[in-house]
């Protein structure tokens, strides 16, 4: 009797365990640990988050239907398993099955569309459940080729970083003097994914080289679930980044006891000059971290080899003057500053130069705008230096007054 019983759970097994077998995630293999998945707690600030369910992945398969199964493998193959869990009553709602009836019809009626298949969940395989801290919120996927690859504004090598990714790097710059762009224009954005950064699209497929084909047939419903879960389990909280008016709009319902909701314009360059490269955004999301979790519970925004954001920790920065400056036209877009800097022992330097890269918009052609600005302000008068700055700045700001009205108010793209 018992050798009858063995015999039958073997059966009953052999049909996950052949899927299994089949499925893309033996192609990718399981996700790279976060090097700062741990975050130290805080017991001040601390709230126990709910315990993560327990799933039999498994047996819910086993549960489907045949159709469910065939439409939901790809989930079962490539969604990691901790969102799985948390999503898998979503994944059998009539409006998610719809979704990927259309994605059926579209792929059978030989309509390219973007990311790839196996990219669709990135996301979650790079970024587990149980490690995210940041949450950065786009819209549409790149509908180009060789681009999206489930990471909102990410794009995988040799594809050049596109205009929004270039001017989140000047924000970037702004908050942390020490990061550097990847090389070759890269736009390779897997390890902030591995930190803990969830980048997330409104919409997680896309028709070839048409911009927003896939909105509104369900993906939406489902990334809000997402967002939600996020929301309601961390608990101990997670900083948001909503940036464009239709990323707001996710966020409204987010507890903002628990967590940080950072909004401003698109880093697109048809908006950013209104004030996305002086949001400072990173900074202020580490700062929140750091405050709640420790130093360890930071995101290193670095993203080339050996390199850290972090690295000149050891040194102080006073700003004399700061700010920015965008023409009528579009043709300016300058970040000026003075600062004045000293090593760990406080020996200033005598000379100090800030340089910001950006790109706007004018009349629909990409425009590289560089800005540099050079003081004296070590051994001289920091008061006279700002106000140098200051009149530089009046003058500036008159002619952008004197320039008529902004061009750069094109609706909002995104990735």
């Known amino acids: 009797m018992s050798a009858l019983k063995r015999k039958a759970g073997a059966e009953a097994g052999a049909e996950p365990k052949k899927a299994k077998q089949g499925s893309i995630m033996t192609f990718f293999g399981a996700p790279k640990p976060s090097s700062t998945a741990s975050i130290a707690s805080n017991s001040a600030t601390s ?17 489907l239907t045949p159709e469910q199964r065939q439409l939901l493998q790809l989930e079962i ?67 180009n080729h060789n681009q999206a690859h489930g990471l909102a504004f990410s794009v995988r090598p ?28 890269g736009g390779l954005l897997t390890p902030w994914a591995d930190r803990g950064v ?21 993906w939406e419903r489902f ?13 101990r909280g997670v900083v948001f980044m909503a940036w464009g008016t239709p990323a707001g709009k996710r966020v409204l319902k987010v507890d903002t006891k628990r967590h940080l ?57 006073t700003t004399v003057g700061a700010v920015a400056v965008g023409s009528a036209a579009g043709k300016v877009l300058e970040v000026e500053s003075v600062k004045k800097e000293a090593d760990g022992e406080g020996e200033g330097k005598e000379e100090t130069t800030a340089k910001v890269e950006g790109e706007v918009v004018e009349g629909g052609v990409l425009k590289q705008i560089e800005a540099v600005v050079r003081a004296s302000v070590a051994g001289g008068d920091k008061d006279a230096g700002a106000k140098e700055v200051e009149t530089l700045l009046e003058k500036k700001a008159a002619a952008v007054e004197a320039g008529g009205e902004d061009e750069n108010t094109a609706p909002e793209i995104g990735p």
Request: aromatic share 10%; charged share 25%.
């Open 223 to 235: 990334t809000q679930r997402v967002i939600d879960l996020v929301a309601a389990r961390r608990s």
């Open 158 to 185: 040799p594809t050049p970083a596109p205009g929004s990714l270039r001017n989140m790097y000047t924000a970037l710059k702004a908050d942390y003097p020490a990061f550097n762009p990847p090389p070759n224009r």
């Open 198 to 218: 969830l980048m997330l699209n409104t919409c997680l497929t896309v028709r070839a080289h048409e911009a927003n084909s896939h909105s509104n047939r369900g």
């Open 77 to 143: 193959d490539t969604l990691h398993e901790s969102w799985l869990a948390l999503l898998k009553d979503e994944l059998v709602t009539k409006e998610f099955l719809e979704l990927k009836r259309f994605l059926d019809r579209e792929t059978a009626a030989g309509r390219k569309w973007f990311p790839p298949k196996e990219d669709i969940y990135s996301w979650s395989r790079h970024t587990p459940f149980n490690t995210v801290k940041v949450v950065i919120l786009g819209q549409d996927p790149y509908h």
């Open 261 to 317: 909701v950072l909004k401003s314009v698109h880093p697109s360059p048809l908006s950013a000059a209104k004030g996305f490269f002086t949001c400072r955004h990173f900074r202020l999301a580490n700062d929140w971290l750091a405050e709640r979790y420790g130093p360890d519970g930071r995101v290193d925004w670095a993203l080339n080899e050996g390199e850290s954001v972090f690295a000149d920790e050891g040194k102080t920065t």
């Open 47 to 63: 709230v126990p988050e709910p315990a993560t369910p327990k799933f039999d992945k498994a047996k819910w398969a086993a549960s």
